[in-house]
């Protein structure tokens, strides 16, 4: 069974660092991309960032760019955001999700559940 | 200014039809595949479908994708109650570089 486990959301205050962490199981990374896509309270979805299977391709929303970094541990099965200089609009619940490893919004077929950041 | 626009809401009767539509340009749905989420409310996001028509796994023939220059749609027919959800439509765009998601559009089964 496909599972994603994202965990690290806390509360943090303005201009703080939080480095956020995706579990993957039941299948392996190496063959997907991996993106994380966050969720503003009572907002719709907002693509973040996304990374090919072997980190060639790495890709960031304008608005993030400078501030957050995504990485992977393939052979650690984990997928990483280290999200720097943080503000107030960066309040969200942040998914990790499993895509395609090239055409990265073609498909999105597994969600982690999600872990909430805070940045009050 | 969205990249992908879609109707805030729309709404229909049980058993009835809907359709959401997704509206882009050239260099995101006119050149690159349309996927579309399902959320249930205090949920993470489902596929529906990917690369503009096809449907993930295990969703039901009432749910279809279509894909026309720089628009896309979502079709559902035969609504039950717990279609009740908001739904994204998402797409990459080549001259921005970077993967869009539509505002959504919260659906009603009256």
């Known amino acids: 069974e496909v599972q994603l486990v994202e965990s690290g959301g806390r509360l943090v205050k303005p201009g703080g660092s939080l480095r956020l962490s995706c579990a993957a199981s039941?299948?392996?990374?190496?063959?997907?991309?991996m993106n994380w896509v966050r969720q503003a309270p009572g907002k719709g979805l907002e693509w973040v960032s996304s990374?090919?299977?072997?980190?060639?391709?790495?890709y960031y929303a304008d608005s993030l760019r400078g501030r957050f970094t995504i990485s992977r541990d393939n052979g650690r099965k984990s997928l990483f955001l280290q999200m720097n200089s943080l503000r107030a609009e960066d309040t969200a619940v942040y998914y990790c999700?499993?895509?395609?490893?090239?055409?990265?919004?073609?498909?999105?077929?597994?969600w982690g559940q999600g872990t909430l950041v805070k940045v009050s | 200014q969205s990249v992908l626009t879609q109707p805030p809401s729309v709404s229909a009767a049980p058993g009835q039809k809907v359709t959401i539509s997704c509206s882009g340009s050239g260099s995101n749905i006119g050149d690159n595949f349309v996927s579309w989420y399902q959320q249930l409310p205090g949920t993470a996001p489902k596929l529906l479908i990917y690369?503009?028509?096809k449907r993930g796994s295990g969703i039901p023939d009432r749910f279809s994708g279509s894909k026309s220059g720089s628009s896309a749609t979502l079709g559902i027919t035969g609504l039950q109650t717990g279609d009740e959800a908001d739904y994204y439509c998402?797409?990459?765009?080549?001259?921005?570089?970077?993967?869009?998601f539509g505002g959504g559009t919260t659906l009603t089964v009256l």
């Open positions: 999700a499993r895509g395609d490893d090239s055409n990265f919004l073609a498909y999105i077929d597994f």
């Open positions: 039941g299948f392996s990374m190496s063959y997907y991309g």
């Open positions: 990374i090919s299977s072997r980190s060639t391709y790495i």
């Open positions: 690369e503009d028509t």
């Open positions: 998402g797409s990459w765009d080549s001259s921005l570089n970077g993967g869009f």
